[in-house]
Nanobody, 125 residues
């Protein structure tokens, strides 16, 4: 049962903020790059962000640059996604997964492991 457990999703109004948490269950994340992904209703899954194992490098899907920030706390075995200026287009189930290393193109490279069940973010007024 090696997996991530995502939490923090919910209903938020457009322009609002939300912080997602990704907790590792049964393993350590210290040597892993961690990515966030999302899948909106009727759309393909896309990569949202990636953070390197040491937390020094991050990359984001162009659509979320400047609005989303991913951080990690290896001591707590957790990764976070701080989302701001949310729009209805951000509505999706958000997942985290181990990347090994961050890919060159975050948005389209969907390779990952230890997928969680996801947490639903709904942006609506």
């Amino acid at each position: 049962q090696l997996e991530f457990v995502e939490s923090g999703g919910g209903l938020v109004q457009p322009g609002g903020s939300l912080r997602l948490s990704c907790a590792a269950s049964g393993f350590t994340i210290n040597d892993l790059a961690i990515g966030w992904f999302r899948q909106a209703p009727g759309k393909e899954r896309e990569g949202v962000s990636c953070i390197s194992s040491d937390g020094l490098s991050t990359d984001y899907l162009d659509l979320v640059k400047g609005r989303f920030t991913t951080t990690r706390d290896n001591a707590k075995n957790r990764v976070y996604l701080q989302m701001s200026s949310l729009t209805p287009d951000d509505t999706a189930v958000y997942y985290c997964a181990a990347r090994g290393v961050c890919p060159r193109r975050v948005g389209t490279n969907l390779a990952g492991g230890y997928w969680g069940k996801g947490t639903l973010v709904t942006v609506s007024s």
